[in-house]
């Protein structure tokens, strides 16, 4: 079974930074792309930042110069590196591995920025 975790969330104040990782178990295929989304009080989920295989990375416009996403295939673990970080990206964030057929997702963990 296929299990997807996020860990690093928390408080902090404005213009601090934290770090999430997220690992991939049970896995029996390869993955593709691996990614951070997020989901803000009262807004739909959106995307904040993914990796390839080979480590080509997108990211958000909001995100762009403050976050950095890295990833360990042999692993199955990705990170979030967020730094400079802002109020209004107080959210609860989500990892997603993308397997053959669909996309597989963690609980998420919670991420509050205080101003």
């Known amino acids: 079974q296929v299990r997807v975790v996020e860990s690093g969330g928390g408080l902090v104040q404005a213009g601090g930074s934290l770090r999430l990782s997220c690992a991939a178990s049970?896995?029996?295929?390869?993955?593709?792309?691996m990614g951070w989304y997020r989901q803000p009080p009262g807004k739909q989920r959106e995307l904040v930042a993914t990796?390839?295989?080979?480590?080509?990375?997108n990211y958000a416009d909001s995100v762009k110069g403050r976050f950095t996403i890295a990833r360990d295939n042999a692993k199955n673990t990705v990170t979030l590196q967020m730094n400079s970080l802002k109020p209004e990206d107080t959210a609860v964030y989500y990892c997603?591995?993308?397997?053959?057929?669909?996309?597989?997702w963690g609980q998420g963990t919670q991420v509050t920025v205080s101003s």
């Open positions: 997603a591995a993308q397997g053959p057929a669909r996309y597989y």
């Open positions: 990796i390839t295989t080979g480590a080509n990375t």
């Open positions: 049970g896995i029996s295929f390869s993955i593709n792309d």
